[in-house]
């Protein structure tokens, strides 16, 4: 079951959220267990620009009837100033059993039309076709949007990702480059959290020519991080913005590099807190910088190494 909001007559600008049945299988102890996998997404002239999607699996008692029905109620909430949608799907029978997603959006309004599509093997009765009122003791979710998430399992890169040096290693499951920049469809949300984190580990320590980097990270719209021997330093985009480095206490190791490439420290990552900080981090070692979370709003990535890393 689709249902498709719409912010154009001619239909070119929709947020859509679904509702599809994966399974309903009968459990050996007479419950009923329902699988639903849940998205809502935004789309401009056929492109899908942002989607969140998560499933869930719905227990159902079985009654004295003997009653086939079972039931979810689904919502749809909109918090136009906020752009914030939230789509709530509940077990009528347990109301705590609940399946709560969330996009945000920087289109600001309420659509104009809706369009409501169902499963033809799965019943549905829609009791209402308007978004659900707000009552004012609602506290709207906290909401987590993946804005790109991938995994080299396998060669080849998504199209959100250029390379001219990449070349895969399977024995890792990653790729090997010296270059890297990923594009974004859209921008982050102003004024809202954000995290990048790329699992990354130098080849070599050799620096990049000409520089004393091993690599750099630049997020576009915030600044650049040269990655070094000895320290790590960030430099931001604000106009008149200092520096800020951190020094690691310690020569990089290949050897410990190596070791770490499987855990968390291998991770570098860079997070706003959606208002002034910046918490920067790699090697086990944090830092922490300033933005301004209200007109840096963060875009795509780009990876430069002196030797081809692997990602």
Do not use: C
Not at 154 to 183: C, F, N, V
């Amino acid at each position: 079951m689709n249902f498709s909001y719409y912010y154009d007559l001619e239909k070119t600008h929709a947020v859509t959220h679904g509702v599809k049945k994966e399974s309903l299988v009968q459990l050996q102890d007479g419950r009923v267990a329902l699988s639903i996998d849940a998205s809502i997404e935004e789309s401009v002239s056929g492109s899908i620009i942002r989607r969140q999607e998560k499933s869930k699996t719905f227990l159902f008692m079985p009654d004295e009837l003997n009653n086939e029905q079972h039931d979810i109620v689904v919502s749809r909430i909109l918090i136009a100033e906020q752009g914030k949608w939230v789509l709530e799907i509940r077990n009528r029978q347990n109301e705590s059993d609940v399946l709560t997603i969330g996009l945000l959006t920087d289109t600001i309004g309420e659509p104009i039309l809706l369009e409501v599509e169902h499963e033809d093997d799965y019943r549905a009765t829609t009791l209402a076709n308007t978004l659900s009122r707000i009552p004012s003791q609602y506290n709207p979710p906290l909401i987590e949007q993946t804005r790109f998430a991938y995994s080299f399992d396998t060669t080849g890169l998504p199209q959100e990702i250029t390379s001219k040096t990449a070349t895969y290693d399977g024995i890792r499951g990653a790729m090997r480059l010296s270059d890297m920049q990923l594009s974004m469809a859209t921008l982050g949300l102003s004024g809202a959290q954000f995290e990048t984190v790329i699992q990354i580990l130098p080849a070599t320590l050799t620096p990049i020519a000409g520089t004393s980097n091993i690599f750099t990270v630049t997020l576009e719209n915030i600044g650049t991080i040269e990655v070094m021997s000895d320290m790590m330093r960030f430099t931001g985009i604000q106009n008149g913005a200092e520096p800020v480095s951190m020094e690691w206490g310690e020569v990089l190791s290949k050897g410990k590099l190596e070791s770490y490439y499987v855990h968390p420290e291998a991770n570098f990552y860079v997070k706003g807190d959606g208002v002034s900080e910046l918490k920067i981090g790699w090697y086990g070692k944090e830092m922490k910088a300033t933005y301004n979370a209200k007109t840096q709003r963060p875009a795509g990535v780009i990876v430069e190494s002196g030797k081809r890393a692997r990602v």
